[in-house]
């Protein structure tokens, strides 16, 4: 599964911002064949401090998407979509923000990279994210730089791509908000709304807003990528567990043997379960 980033080198408070019209929808969970959770089994507490904060992260995601249409059409714009935490994040982010503003979901498209290494769970969220914001998705199956390649052949209108990078991911350091892709990629602007956000403020926005997410974050993953080259986090593994080796890890994972994603205390260590492919 391809990364969002295009690269360039004690009692549960539970909070609804905004309490959109739509908040009743919004808050549906579905079972969507084991592959999604929702943060109701998983009660978290968010205190005054976090709300605040994180009202300040929704207001400054909202001016930037104030300055992006003033900049382009609504038909000009795509969103780019994993499955994973932060581009959930982006995309709850940005249809709340085209409800407030009469923007229909499925005027910005989402773009979905299929691959035959990817998790069965994440294909079946990415499922239920399009039925249940009702998105137009658009899927191409190779890297993203060649799905990029082929869809601005295929939509020559899209001028830019919403992107759910943090500046804490490969690559993502020094990106800035709007930046053009690297002169070997296809011509368009990367729109990076997210970068500023922490892990951390990655779980708070799900839990305030109860935004369902893949359920592998559930059973320790942390960072997601391919089946092939990504395990459940071992920072985050109970001590009862000690799987002998990253397959039995992995198997361990459906046993309870580690803690869910938002448990993680040291941010630095998100990609621990990712492995280097050879």
């Known amino acids: 599964m391809n990364k969002c980033c295009i690269q360039t080198q004690q009692s549960s408070n539970i909070l609804d911002i905004y309490n959109s019209s739509s908040s009743s929808n919004n808050n549906k969970s579905s079972n969507c064949n084991g592959s999604m959770s929702n943060d109701d089994d998983y009660p978290v507490t968010i205190t005054d401090a976090t709300r605040l904060h994180m009202e300040r992260r929704v207001r400054a995601a909202y001016e930037f998407f104030?300055?992006?249409?003033?900049?382009?059409?609504?038909?000009?714009?795509?969103?780019?979509?994993?499955?994973?935490?932060?581009?959930?994040?982006?995309?709850?982010?940005?249809?709340?923000?085209?409800?407030?503003?009469?923007?229909?979901?499925?005027?910005?498209?989402?773009?979905?990279?299929?691959?035959?290494?990817?998790?069965?769970?994440?294909?079946?969220?990415?499922?239920?994210?399009?039925?249940?914001?009702?998105?137009?998705?658009?899927?191409?199956?190779?890297?993203?730089?060649?799905?990029?390649?082929?869809?601005?052949?295929?939509?020559?209108?899209?001028?830019?791509?919403?992107?759910?990078?943090?500046?804490?991911?490969?690559?993502?350091?020094?990106?800035?908000?709007?930046?053009?892709?690297?002169?070997?990629?296809?011509?368009?602007?990367?729109?990076?709304?997210?970068?500023?956000?922490?892990?951390?403020?990655?779980?708070?926005?799900i839990h305030m807003h109860k935004v369902p997410y893949c359920q592998l974050y559930a059973q320790g993953y942390t960072s997601i990528g391919y089946r092939s080259n990504t395990l459940p986090n071992p920072h985050l593994q109970h001590s009862s567990c000690s799987p002998a080796n990253p397959a039995a890890a992995a198997a361990a994972a459906a046993v309870a043997c580690f803690k869910p994603a938002w448990e993680l205390a040291d941010p630095t260590t998100e990609r621990a379960g990712r492995l280097n492919r050879k």
């Open 66 to 205: 104030d300055r992006i249409l003033r900049l382009y059409d609504v038909s000009q714009l795509i969103f780019c979509f994993n499955g994973g935490k932060d581009c959930t994040v982006l995309l709850d982010l940005l249809m709340r923000y085209c409800r407030e503003h009469g923007i229909a979901s499925r005027d910005i498209p989402m773009l979905y990279i299929e691959s035959d290494d990817s998790f069965a769970e994440i294909d079946d969220f990415v499922v239920h994210c399009v039925r249940r914001y009702d998105v137009n998705l658009i899927k191409y199956k190779d890297s993203l730089k060649v799905a990029l390649t082929h869809m601005t052949e295929d939509m020559p209108r899209i001028k830019a791509v919403f992107v759910g990078s943090r500046n804490t991911d490969p690559y993502c350091q020094h990106l800035q908000p709007m930046q053009k892709t690297d002169s070997d990629w296809p011509d368009i602007m990367r729109l990076n709304p997210l970068l500023e956000w922490s892990y951390h403020d990655i779980w708070h926005y």
